[in-house]
């Protein structure tokens, strides 16, 4: 049982467009949301997390969209840029500092 | 400087071994988890490493094949015992603190690349 779903399994995106990825999740419990970002061989770095008191997240050129009626979160990224070709994930646990639920993640291509 | 390593980086095994990863981060911390991605998978939480008692696993997980341990507050090994082919996988350390940057979110380390032949 997936309780965390990305459906998209790549992305493709021109630079300086808006990348945008999405998260479904099932588990009502959930209430703090992360996204990471993975390179090859190494390991992920955490990008952007939003708790459930709130709907909206930015840092930089990530912004987090949470929509808890619809158990859904989604990731933009604006402009997009080469060096964000990677591997991104989102995760989910049932309060801050608790183990982590991950999605089967979104592979990220941004083209020059 | 890494603010957690993990140790070795990658590693080929022989069938029916066993491998211990080590952990160390550069500060204290109260939670450690222990995660594996298999090729092409997502990240599946292995246990959560507890200071000074035995680790909680996950469904599927058992101490037996995976035993851990966590000395005190910035270390921690996994082993991967009487190793299998199906154990192919990249093992992964995360810790989260009180103290920047480990309580921003949660922290890998670089992971371990197990290859079992």
């Known amino acids: 049982d997936q309780q965390v779903k990305q459906n998209s399994p790549s992305l493709s995106v021109q630079e300086g467009r808006i990348s945008i990825l999405n998260c479904d999740y099932t588990?009502?419990?959930?209430?703090?949301f992360l996204w990471y970002k993975k390179y090859p061989a190494e390991g992920p770095t955490f990008l952007i997390s939003i708790s459930s008191i709130k709907d909206k997240n930015e840092d930089g050129r990530f912004t987090v969209f949470l929509n808890k009626s619809a158990k859904h979160l989604s990731l933009h990224i604006v402009p997009s840029q080469p060096g964000d070709s990677a591997v991104y994930f989102c995760a989910a646990s049932e309060g801050a500092g608790n183990k982590l639920t991950f999605g089967g993640g979104t592979r990220v291509l941004v083209k020059p | 400087s890494a603010v957690i390593s993990q140790k070795p980086s990658r590693d080929i095994c022989q069938r029916g071994t066993s491998l211990t990863i080590q952990c160390q981060v550069d500060s204290q911390v109260t939670m450690m988890f222990w995660y594996r991605q298999q090729p092409g998978q997502s990240l599946t939480l292995i246990a959560t490493a507890n200071q000074g008692s035995e680790a909680t696993y996950e469904s599927g997980f058992v101490i037996d094949k995976f035993p851990i341990s966590r000395p005190n507050l910035t270390f921690s090994t996994l082993t991967v015992s009487n190793m299998s082919p199906e154990d192919s996988s990249i093992y992964l350390c995360s810790a989260k603190g009180t103290r920047f940057p480990l309580n921003y979110g949660y922290t890998f380390g670089s992971g371990t690349r197990l290859t079992v032949v």
């Open positions: 588990n009502s419990m959930f209430d703090y």
